[in-house]
């Protein structure tokens, strides 16, 4: 990572509102004022296969509909673009701070996003919706695209739930949820956040008595909560070495729940967290853990929030 007043946000936006409530979040977020912001479009025009049909006059009249539509399009990108400019710009980001940049479609929405993204920057911003041209999609084929591939660059996926000074990071003792914390230790280091560990030590609490303490011992929780006193230290100091006080963090474990998904979406509604933490992978070796069963749970059950994907 880049230092703090160095780091390179790319901003990937279509007109919809969707992508306004990720505009707006890197707007009312502090750490985001001193980051250099590119605004970034992939425009779908008409394939070139109409242009060519201009050369044909039974066709010249439906052609120049649609080339006239083309360029209606492009305009409205461009007011949108200028939009989210301005309301950076309001934020206190200063204006050679931002950069618009619209990309006429090479080989699709998410691969031109992922292939931009490749160009120096220190994350990705989405809107939850949107980032398409039907602006429809929730997780669905662009959005889950850039999820799966996008596995180099902590991804930012933002939702309609306004951005406030709590943070949720989700822990356990492997090393990518403690690049999520270092992560949110050079993001957010310096301003006032309150940020808890979460922890969850999953249970069976809906087997019947005999059979829940045969898969799932009381002597094995106690060893998983020793486990993670380490890894909460170890999370604890590297927040302090950014700026964070004692009382910014608080470490929380939740033991004896059914689905970790659910108890991290439990938590996160229950305690108004506008932003999720997430690392890339969990504890095994072979299942993503954002594409996963727990990852995949939370990104599509608290659509809201804004979820934060880290490598």
Not at 62 to 75: F, G, N, P, S, T
Not at 145 to 165: E, T
Not at 221 to 244: H, M, T
Not at 286 to 307: C, D, H, L, S, Y
């Amino acid at each position: 990572m880049t230092n703090q007043t160095q780091k390179n946000i790319l901003l990937a936006i279509d007109g919809s509102e969707y992508a306004q409530n990720a505009v707006r979040y890197v707007a009312e977020l502090g750490p985001f004022k001193k980051m250099k912001v590119v605004l970034f479009n992939v425009f779908s025009g008409v394939p070139e296969s109409y242009r060519d049909l201009e050369k044909d006059p039974q066709f010249f009249k439906a052609a120049r509909e649609v080339l006239a539509w083309e360029m209606q399009q492009k305009k409205k990108i461009q007011e949108s673009m200028e939009k989210a400019r301005q309301t950076l710009i309001r934020s206190g980001i200063p204006q050679d701070a931002i950069t618009v940049k619209i990309q006429n479609r090479i080989v699709g929405i998410a691969r031109d996003i992922i292939n931009e993204a490749q160009k120096g920057y220190d994350a990705v911003v989405v809107g939850r919706k949107g980032m398409n041209t039907f602006q429809e999609i929730v997780m669905g084929s662009i959005a889950t695209k850039i999820v799966q591939k996008l596995a180099f660059l902590p991804l930012l996926m933002i939702g309609s739930f306004p951005p406030d000074n709590k943070i949720l990071v989700a822990m356990d003792n492997s090393e990518n949820a403690m690049q999520a914390v270092n992560f949110v230790a050079e993001t957010l280091g310096g301003f006032d956040f309150k940020i808890t560990l979460f922890h969850v030590i999953r249970g069976a609490r809906d087997l019947q008595s005999g059979i829940s303490d045969l898969f799932f011992p009381q002597e094995s929780s106690e060893i998983a909560g020793r486990e993670i006193e380490d890894v909460f230290y170890q999370a604890e100091q590297r927040l302090k070495k950014a700026g964070f006080k004692k009382g910014q963090i608080i470490p929380k474990v939740v033991t004896d729940v059914p689905s970790r998904a659910g108890a991290i979406v439990a938590e996160a509604r229950a305690g108004d967290y506008g932003t999720i933490v997430l690392g890339r992978r969990g504890l095994s070796k072979v299942q993503e853990f954002v594409m996963g069963r727990v990852g995949n749970k939370v990104i599509n059950t608290i659509r809201n929030r804004a979820v934060w994907v880290v490598t």
